[in-house]
């Protein structure tokens, strides 16, 4: 077993490993995700006993202790116990000899003396088992291309049948089916080993880990099974990540991490790109503890649930407009709330933002019960409305009309107050200069003043924004900006986002999570990628079939109009997160 | 919706008659002292019963007090009562009408039931007892006509603060975690503006024809200069001749100053209400 505590290891002063503990047993893999420069590479070369630098901790491989042993002994282990697919397939391979001869070198290094017979059957034996046929062997490096580069070098890794297996970036440079080939060898071969795959393509080290471990500045951020950890990541580094690569799974356009990755900040690593910083972020490391079978680094427990509904109604009279909704919103994530009109999601929105009281059930906000809406409820909680012309008085220009809140929540003195808005203004892409602070409504066109309302939602900085239906008066191109503009400020602001649409193909790329709501109760509920590629209920079923798409002609003999009228005996809520 | 309520009225003939009507009034008292040189109460060296002339242009009366002199400074108190009721009753009606609509439930219920009852009362024979006992002066004329006139106007105000307060914008002025007050000023009262300014020249009609006629049966302060006042003077020496320079010019600017007050709130009740609006010459438009 492979066990490494405390590893710190440091070049120049710049501590690159920053205390890494680690447990992995025969059989066990593990991927370590994470951003250029967070240690990964560093960890691998630190197991393989290959680190030039001043490195403290242990790393024991049954019992031994890698980094105290000497160079001699090391060299006994490397390619014996443990081996290393190394990250760059053209420098890996010596480009003067062949590959049979490169794969025997690696068998014979640690040959016993007498046993030189069998040696030639055991490459080719190698050579075939990743797939490479026996005339390639005598192939030099450069009359190979990428992926038989690869085979050969994954031969040479698996040529004394180590223990512990160190992929490095396996499948980068790869074309995708060159990639899904060597995933599919490597998957076969890495059985009953210890597999360390060191990766920033989060699709890879999905395929190949049950395991999954984020790295971020030298430090472990989060540790869980894969599917579970790439499913609901709780660290808020984890959620970036998953975000920010392109895959077919996630269907929500991309957003990156704000900032860049900085070496030595104090406290938690990621603390200066976080959006859900606490004071104490910045002053101590949090440790990696077990939260529920995951194993997190962050002093708020990860992301934390902003908003919390549970069994909230609301009634206008009799009639149950919202009829006992649970719903859980993270912080920096986007709900769609999507359902035909009359289903009760502007009811909702309202009802959380308090306009409508409801009448029975719990809100929660940052984990306080909501009991009382009062000025400081309204700094974290703003809502931007469907039409925007309607939303901001026609007697009020661009100036009154941001600054309002400002003076409603009595913030800073009114130079500053014109300053915030000037700077939220130019933050919504609008011109901050007089004449366009003097403009009224009905002087600027609709997108702008989907703008506008947007600064004047964000100028209290709030942590969520309920949006209702923002773009549905816009045109097509107008309306692609906004939700752009959304996103963006989700990104850089942690802001959640609970969105309000009829239109699922809206719903389908701005959103991490969707609740698809009917007659006032939330009939399906789970990531977004999901709900629309594997619908549950019929009524979703029923609004991915009608949803907008640029096929020419379709079968809509089947679509009667009006409301939804199926009979109630479909479960209700079919999918529980 | 941007309707220029004010162009518009500026632009009808009724409107524009009415407001020239109100300037001129308003003129009058004004500039009263430039335009005589005599003080309302001031007896005169012409003899009573004087006809008009040069010095005295609509003569003088029993008391040989220069009649000119009296309508003007007359005119001074039929608007500071008018306005004056238009203000305090326009007052009361915003925020009685305007906290109701915004509160409702039992306070809404509770000062819409006031009004029903105060609109029931008939607020002439009110007035006329109070008056006779009270005999008021300027202020408490205000006063007086504004505790039985506001009752109307609340409920105008209450039912239009009612669908604005339903206006997007004020649902999101509410999300800023904004209070009553800061709703009303800044929200409702701006869009109320034309509705409350009908609702004002109204309750002056009212208010300058109640004080004419409380003073016309002479139960208001004896020391007030006023219309009616002068009004019921003349009528006792209707045998004369005097009453073509007295009574007749005093009535027609009573009359000039109601019509006017009504012309205004005509055309500016026809701009506000679709309905009434021309067919053309409006420039409308969302």
């Given at each position: 077993m492979?066990?490494?505590?405390?590893?710190?290891?440091?070049?120049d002063r710049?501590e690159?490993?920053?205390?890494?503990?680690l447990?992995?047993?025969?059989?066990d893999s593990?991927a370590?995700i994470g951003?250029?420069?967070a240690?990964?590479t560093t960890?691998?070369?630190a197991?393989?006993?290959?680190?030039?630098?001043r490195?403290?901790g242990?790393?024991l491989l049954?019992?031994?202790d890698i980094?105290?042993?000497?160079?001699?002994e090391r060299r006994k282990m490397?390619g014996k116990?443990?081996a290393?697919v190394?990250?760059n397939v053209?420098?890996?391979?010596?480009p003067?000899?062949?590959v049979?001869?490169?794969?025997?070198?690696?068998?014979?290094t640690h040959?016993?003396?007498g046993?030189i017979?069998?040696?030639?059957d055991?490459?080719?034996?190698?050579?075939?088992?990743v797939g490479?046929?026996?005339e390639?062997g005598?192939?030099f490096?450069?009359q190979?291309?990428?992926?038989e580069?690869q085979?050969?070098l994954?031969?040479?890794?698996l040529?004394?049948?180590?223990q512990?297996?160190?992929?490095?970036?396996?499948?980068?440079?790869l074309?995708?089916?060159?990639k899904a080939?060597?995933?599919?060898?490597?998957?076969?071969r890495?059985r009953?080993?210890?597999?360390?795959?060191?990766?920033?393509?989060i699709s890879?080290a999905?395929?190949l880990?049950?395991?999954?471990?984020?790295?971020?500045a030298g430090?472990?951020?989060?540790?869980?099974?894969t599917k579970?950890?790439?499913e609901n990541?709780?660290?808020?580094?984890?959620?970036?990540l998953i975000r920010s690569s392109?895959?077919?799974?996630?269907t929500?356009?991309?957003q990156?991490?704000?900032?860049?990755?900085?070496?030595?900040?104090p406290?938690?690593?990621?603390?200066?790109r976080?959006?859900q910083?606490?004071?104490?972020?910045r002053r101590?490391?949090?440790?990696?503890?077990?939260a529920?079978g995951?194993m997190?680094?962050?002093?708020?427990?990860?992301?934390v649930?902003?908003?919390e509904?549970?069994?909230v109604r609301t009634?206008f009279?009799?009639f149950?407009?919202v009829?006992?909704?649970?719903?859980t919103l993270?912080?920096?994530?986007t709900?769609?709330?999507?359902g035909e009109?009359?289903?009760?999601?502007?009811t909702?929105?309202?009802t959380v933002i308090?306009l409508?009281?409801?009448?029975?059930?719990?809100i929660r906000?940052?984990g306080?019960p909501?009991l009382r809406r009062?000025r400081?409820?309204?700094k974290?909680?703003?809502?931007?409305?469907?039409?925007?012309?309607e939303?901001?008085s026609?007697?009020m220009?661009?100036?009154?009309?941001?600054i309002?809140p400002?003076?409603?929540?009595?913030?800073?003195?009114p130079?500053e107050r014109i300053e915030?808005?000037?700077?939220v203004?130019?933050?919504v892409e609008l011109?901050?200069d007089d004449l366009?602070?003097k403009?009224y409504?009905?002087?600027?066109?609709?997108?702008?003043?989907?703008?506008?309302?947007?600064a004047?939602?964000l100028?209290?900085?709030?942590k969520?924004?309920?949006?209702?239906e923002?773009t549905?008066?816009?045109?097509?191109?107008?309306?692609?900006k906004i939700?752009?503009?959304?996103?963006?400020?989700?990104?850089?602001?942690?802001?959640a986002?609970?969105f309000?649409t009829?239109?699922?193909a809206?719903?389908?790329?701005?959103?991490?999570?969707?609740?698809v709501?009917?007659r006032?109760?939330?009939?399906?509920?789970?990531?977004?990628?999901?709900?629309?590629t594997?619908?549950?209920?019929?009524?979703?079923?029923k609004?991915l079939e009608v949803?907008?798409d640029l096929?020419q002609?379709?079968?809509?003999?089947?679509?009667r109009?009006?409301?939804?009228?199926?009979?109630?005996?479909?479960p209700?809520?079919a999918?529980?997160? | 919706?941007?309707?220029?309520?004010w162009?518009?009225?500026?632009e009808?003939?009724?409107?524009?008659?009415?407001?020239?009507?109100?300037?001129l009034m308003?003129?009058?008292?004004?500039?009263a002292?430039?335009?005589s040189?005599y003080?309302?109460?001031e007896?005169?060296?012409a003899?009573?019963?004087?006809?008009p002339?040069?010095?005295?242009?609509?003569?003088?009366?029993d008391?040989?007090?220069?009649?000119?002199?009296?309508?003007?400074?007359g005119?001074r108190?039929?608007l500071?009562?008018?306005?004056?009721?238009?203000l305090l009753?326009?007052l009361?009606?915003v925020?009685?009408?305007g906290?109701?609509?915004?509160f409702?439930g039992?306070?809404?219920?509770?000062w819409?039931?006031?009004v029903d009852?105060?609109i029931?009362?008939?607020d002439?024979i009110?007035?006329?007892?109070?008056a006779?006992?009270?005999?008021?002066n300027v202020l408490?004329m205000?006063?007086?006509l504004?505790?039985?006139?506001?009752?109307?106007?609340?409920?105008?105000?209450?039912a239009?603060?009612l669908?604005?307060?339903e206006r997007m914008h004020?649902?999101?002025?509410?999300?800023?975690?904004a209070g009553?007050?800061?709703?009303?000023?800044?929200?409702?009262?701006?869009d109320l503006?034309?509705?409350?300014?009908?609702?004002?020249?109204?309750d002056a009609?009212r208010?300058?024809f109640?004080?004419a006629?409380?003073?016309?049966?002479?139960?208001s302060?004896?020391s007030?200069m006023?219309?009616?006042?002068?009004?019921q003077?003349?009528?006792i020496?209707?045998?004369?001749e005097?009453?073509?320079?007295w009574?007749?010019p005093t009535?027609?600017?009573?009359?000039l100053?109601l019509?006017?007050?009504s012309?205004?709130?005509?055309?500016?009740?026809s701009?506000?209400?679709p309905?009434l609006?021309?067919?053309?010459?409006h420039e409308?438009?969302i």
């Amino acid at each position: 077993m492979l066990e490494i505590s405390d590893l710190k290891v440091s070049y120049d002063r710049t501590e690159i490993l920053r205390g890494v503990d680690l447990d992995l047993l025969r059989g066990d893999s593990l991927a370590i995700i994470g951003e250029s420069g967070a240690g990964k590479t560093t960890l691998g070369l630190a197991v393989m006993g290959l680190l030039d630098a001043r490195a403290s901790g242990r790393i024991l491989l049954d019992g031994k202790d890698i980094l105290s042993l000497d160079e001699r002994e090391r060299r006994k282990m490397r390619g014996k116990e443990m081996a290393m697919v190394f990250q760059n397939v053209e420098d890996a391979l010596d480009p003067l000899m062949t590959v049979y001869d490169q794969v025997e070198e690696a068998i014979s290094t640690h040959l016993e003396k007498g046993d030189i017979q069998d040696v030639g059957d055991r490459v080719n034996g190698l050579l075939g088992s990743v797939g490479l046929k026996m005339e390639k062997g005598g192939s030099f490096p450069h009359q190979l291309s990428g992926g038989e580069k690869q085979r050969a070098l994954i031969a040479m890794a698996l040529a004394n049948d180590p223990q512990v297996l160190i992929l490095d970036e396996p499948t980068a440079s790869l074309d995708a089916v060159s990639k899904a080939d060597i995933i599919g060898l490597l998957r076969k071969r890495i059985r009953e080993k210890i597999v360390l795959v060191i990766t920033h393509d989060i699709s890879t080290a999905a395929k190949l880990a049950e395991r999954m471990a984020v790295l971020y500045a030298g430090r472990i951020v989060e540790l869980g099974e894969t599917k579970d950890l790439l499913e609901n990541p709780r660290h808020p580094y984890t959620r970036g990540l998953i975000r920010s690569s392109p895959n077919m799974t996630t269907t929500k356009d991309l957003q990156g991490i704000p900032g860049r990755m900085v070496p030595g900040v104090p406290g938690c690593p990621f603390s200066d790109r976080c959006t859900q910083r606490i004071d104490r972020c910045r002053r101590e490391v949090p440790k990696l503890t077990d939260a529920g079978g995951r194993m997190i680094a962050c002093h708020r427990g990860g992301i934390v649930p902003l908003l919390e509904l549970s069994g909230v109604r609301t009634s206008f009279g009799d009639f149950a407009a919202v009829d006992g909704v649970d719903l859980t919103l993270f912080e920096g994530e986007t709900i769609a709330l999507v359902g035909e009109s009359g289903s009760g999601k502007t009811t909702l929105a309202k009802t959380v933002i308090g306009l409508f009281e409801h009448a029975e059930g719990e809100i929660r906000l940052e984990g306080e019960p909501l009991l009382r809406r009062d000025r400081d409820f309204y700094k974290k909680v703003q809502m931007i409305y469907q039409n925007p012309k309607e939303s901001i008085s026609h007697r009020m220009n661009v100036l009154d009309a941001v600054i309002e809140p400002l003076a409603v929540q009595k913030v800073g003195s009114p130079a500053e107050r014109i300053e915030i808005v000037k700077r939220v203004l130019d933050e919504v892409e609008l011109p901050p200069d007089d004449l366009f602070l003097k403009k009224y409504p009905h002087q600027i066109s609709g997108g702008e003043a989907q703008r506008v309302a947007i600064a004047r939602a964000l100028v209290l900085n709030p942590k969520l924004l309920i949006a209702d239906e923002p773009t549905s008066s816009l045109d097509a191109s107008v309306q692609a900006k906004i939700l752009k503009l959304l996103l963006n400020l989700q990104e850089k602001r942690g802001l959640a986002i609970l969105f309000i649409t009829h239109d699922i193909a809206i719903a389908r790329k701005v959103s991490d999570r969707m609740a698809v709501m009917l007659r006032g109760k939330i009939v399906e509920e789970g990531t977004t990628g999901e709900v629309t590629t594997n619908p549950v209920h019929p009524y979703t079923m029923k609004l991915l079939e009608v949803a907008p798409d640029l096929a020419q002609k379709r079968d809509v003999s089947d679509f009667r109009g009006g409301p939804w009228s199926a009979s109630e005996g479909y479960p209700l809520r079919a999918r529980e997160l | 919706m941007h309707v220029n309520v004010w162009h518009e009225v500026a632009e009808s003939n009724m409107g524009k008659a009415g407001l020239l009507l109100i300037g001129l009034m308003v003129a009058l008292a004004v500039f009263a002292p430039i335009l005589s040189p005599y003080s309302p109460r001031e007896k005169t060296d012409a003899p009573a019963f004087s006809r008009p002339s040069e010095g005295h242009w609509l003569g003088t009366n029993d008391a040989r007090q220069d009649i000119w002199t009296q309508l003007l400074y007359g005119a001074r108190t039929s608007l500071s009562v008018g306005f004056g009721v238009a203000l305090l009753s326009a007052l009361i009606s915003v925020l009685v009408g305007g906290t109701a609509a915004i509160f409702g439930g039992l306070y809404d219920r509770f000062w819409m039931r006031v009004v029903d009852a105060s609109i029931a009362i008939p607020d002439v024979i009110v007035i006329i007892l109070v008056a006779a006992y009270l005999r008021p002066n300027v202020l408490l004329m205000i006063l007086l006509l504004s505790a039985l006139s506001w009752p109307g106007g609340a409920r105008v105000i209450r039912a239009q603060t009612l669908t604005l307060k339903e206006r997007m914008h004020v649902s999101a002025a509410r999300t800023f975690g904004a209070g009553w007050s800061h709703l009303l000023v800044r929200h409702i009262i701006p869009d109320l503006g034309p509705v409350l300014v009908a609702i004002m020249i109204q309750d002056a009609r009212r208010a300058v024809f109640m004080e004419a006629g409380l003073s016309f049966l002479g139960i208001s302060d004896p020391s007030m200069m006023s219309w009616g006042k002068m009004m019921q003077y003349a009528r006792i020496f209707t045998y004369l001749e005097v009453w073509k320079w007295w009574l007749l010019p005093t009535g027609l600017a009573l009359s000039l100053t109601l019509i006017g007050l009504s012309f205004t709130g005509y055309s500016l009740e026809s701009a506000l209400d679709p309905r009434l609006r021309d067919a053309e010459g409006h420039e409308g438009g969302i």
